[in-house]
């Protein structure tokens, strides 16, 4: 792989939801602003994204969602079908996380404009699909900084200047992980 590759709309979904994120070992980061219900191919038939993940968790890999706005009913619902991911994944809410990443094992990372939903990954078919682009990497350097992006929000750093404090649903927890009371 060239230190960047450009992928774009259906490219998404295969490159990363497809194959890189079933392979996860040790851990997977997931930044999104939007959640919703996302379903993927499994063989031969479509489950939920948190499927997916519910596998990962079972597997042992330390799995981290870090989002936006309140996940919708349909994803609420599909949620509560997979109870291993409730304390096995650990999430946080941060109104202002716009932007979107994945990164596979430190080895691996996305970053572009897709959300975690069907018609932002590619998921849709072609005419219910939003259009998308992004960036793949295995660059030592570029996947650090894609970390560094997400490992700065997961920490707090950013709370005490924020200025959301009375939309963030995890303020407080999110200070507690810097060991910062406020």
């Not at 999104?32 to 597997?59: C, E, Q, W, Y």
């Not at 939003?130 to 894609?146: H, K, M, R």
């Amino acid at each position: 792989m060239p230190v960047a590759e450009f992928i774009t709309n259906r490219q998404i979904y295969d490159r990363v939801i497809i194959d890189r994120i079933p392979a996860a070992v040790k851990f997977l980061w997931l930044a999104t602003s939007d959640l919703k219900d996302l379903h993927v191919s499994r063989g031969k038939r479509m489950v939920p994204f948190l499927a997916i993940l519910s596998t990962l968790v079972n597997r042992g890999v330390a799995v981290r969602l870090l989002h936006a706005g309140e996940p919708g009913p349909a994803f609420r619902k599909d949620f509560d079908r997979y109870p291993n991911l409730i304390d096995g994944m650990e999430r946080i809410r941060c109104p202002r996380v716009h932007f979107k990443c994945v990164v596979v094992d430190g080895q691996f990372a996305y970053s572009g404009s897709a959300n975690l939903t069907g018609a932002g990954m590619g998921a849709k078919s072609n005419r219910n699909r939003n259009f998308e682009s992004g960036f793949l990497t295995e660059d030592p350097i570029l996947v650090q900084a894609v970390m560094d992006q997400f490992d700065g929000i997961w920490m707090g750093t950013e709370c005490t200047a924020c200025g959301r404090k009375p939309y963030c649903s995890d303020y407080d927890e999110l200070l507690a992980r810097r060991g910062n009371n406020g």
